[in-house]
Structures are given as C-alpha cells and as structure tokens.
C-alpha cells in the first residue's frame, strides 16, 4: 500500500484445481499494481522466499546460529529451555547447542542418537563429560517443553514440568568460555523439526521457577 512492496500471503485447503486471486480493486476502482513473484509451498504457513527458476527446488532447512554472545549465555550455571517438536522420531541426531564454537565446551539438548522416544542433555568442560548423561523418554513428535539446568554439582533436565533426570556431581564453565548459540552441533547434525521458543538464563533457575517455565 502506498506505493510500497507489500508481502501478500493466503492459504487455501487443497482440492483438485486449487487457484488464488488477487483483487486490485478498490471499490469500483481498478488499481494498477507491480507484481514480482509468486511461491506456492505445502502446509499452513508461509517460510521464506525459495529462488528457483526452472524446475522445483527443495527448501534448505533454517538453521539459527549466533556467535559473540558470551555475555548473554551464563557461564557457570545457566538454563537452557526450549520448546520444540522433532519432526520425526527416527534416530537421526538432532541438536541445540551452546558451546564456544567446538564440541569441547559444549551444553548439548539433542534427539536422536541413542534411541527413539528419547531427548539426551550432555555436558563438556574442556573435553570432559560433567554430569553424566541425562536422559528423558517422551514423545518426541509432540510439542514439549525442555530445560536443562547446569550448575557445580547440579545438573538437571526438565520436561514438560517435570524433573526427569539429575547429576549433582560435576564442574561448569568459567570466564567468557561459551559463546555460541546453534540449531546444530557446530555445523553438524542439523535441529529438523519445530521450534516456538528457545531462551537463555543466566542462571540456574530453582525447581519452581522450572516448573512453572515448562509445564505444558
């Protein structure tokens, strides 16, 4: 309007001859209009501009990386919460990291390579695995809410507000040592699925505050 690009969208339930119409009329008044591009896409939402030119291509998946952000990311203890769906429970590895660009120094949220029906949390500080592995059991296909919880000797995994695994044995990171936010594993094994929220705390939240924050 007024003269601007504007970004159209409409979805329609799919039938055999399915079409889309755009009025330029305003009143009884036709408009005349620039039009640049159309992108028809399955499902009930718009993604972003997919180029092609000749032929179908398929969409690369988002991947969310933010570098430089030590100050935002707590160091010696933090919560990680995100609230997100696997898109399929298939034992392919899957991950949200923070980290300082390695796998060295790493908090790791991830489904996939351990078994199905599961979501996995591990820490490392300097190459060393702090707080043993937590482990969750929950339908991966569903939209849960997860934290995870590290601290010196308090390592915890929430779900869907719930407790459902804990090490109270272990060291965290020191300085400005995580810097890094990432749908993946530095690079690798790519978050695939759906996420609502992802957000950081400085601090290890208490058990209500955790509650609270991840009950469905």
Same mark, same amino acid.
């Given at each position: 309007?007024?003269?601007?690009?504007?970004?159209?969208?409409?979805?329609?339930?799919?039938?055999? #001859?399915?079409? +889309?119409?755009?009025?330029? +009329?305003?009143?009884?008044?036709?408009?005349?209009?620039?039009?640049?591009?159309?992108?028809?896409?399955?499902?009930?939402?718009?993604?972003?501009?997919?180029?092609?030119?000749?032929?179908?291509?398929?969409?690369?998946?988002?991947?969310?990386?933010?570098?430089?952000?030590?100050?935002?990311?707590?160091?010696?203890?933090?919560?990680?919460?995100?609230?997100?769906?696997? =898109?399929?429970?298939?034992?392919?590895?899957?991950?949200?990291?923070?980290?300082?660009?390695?796998?060295? #120094? =790493?908090?790791?949220?991830?489904?996939?390579?351990?078994?199905?029906?599961? =979501?996995?949390?591990?820490?490392?500080?300097?190459?060393?695995?702090?707080?043993?592995?937590?482990?969750?059991?929950?339908?991966?296909?569903?939209?849960?809410?997860?934290?995870?919880?590290?601290?010196?000797?308090?390592?915890?995994?929430?779900?869907?507000?719930?407790?459902?695994?804990?090490?109270?044995?272990?060291?965290?990171?020191?300085?400005?040592?995580?810097?890094?936010?990432?749908?993946?594993?530095?690079?690798? #094994?790519?978050?695939?699925?759906?996420?609502?929220? =992802?957000?950081?705390?400085?601090?290890?939240?208490?058990?209500?505050?955790?509650?609270?924050?991840?009950?469905?």
């Amino acid at each position: 309007l007024n003269g601007e690009w504007q970004r159209i969208v409409s979805t329609k339930t799919s039938t055999a #001859n399915p079409s +889309f119409n755009l009025n330029t +009329f305003g009143g009884s008044t036709a408009r005349n209009i620039y039009l640049w591009g159309a992108q028809v896409e399955v499902g009930s939402y718009p993604t972003s501009y997919i180029p092609t030119v000749a032929s179908t291509v398929t969409r690369n998946a988002d991947v969310i990386s933010k570098t430089g952000i030590s100050s935002l990311i707590g160091q010696t203890e933090g919560t990680l919460f995100c609230q997100i769906k696997n =898109i399929a429970d298939d034992n392919v590895e899957k991950h949200i990291t923070l980290s300082d660009g390695t796998n060295n #120094n =790493i908090v790791d949220l991830y489904y996939g390579f351990w078994g199905a029906g599961s =979501i996995y949390c591990g820490v490392k500080v300097a190459g060393t695995t702090q707080g043993g592995l937590l482990v969750g059991a929950l339908t991966v296909t569903n939209m849960n809410k997860i934290a995870v919880v590290y601290k010196t000797n308090r390592f915890e995994l929430w779900i869907n507000g719930s407790k459902i695994a804990e090490d109270l044995v272990g060291t965290t990171f020191s300085g400005t040592t995580l810097s890094k936010l990432e749908t993946a594993q530095n690079g690798a #094994n790519t978050f695939f699925g759906n996420i609502n929220s =992802i957000q950081l705390y400085k601090t290890a939240l208490s058990s209500t505050e955790l509650a609270q924050l991840t009950t469905l």
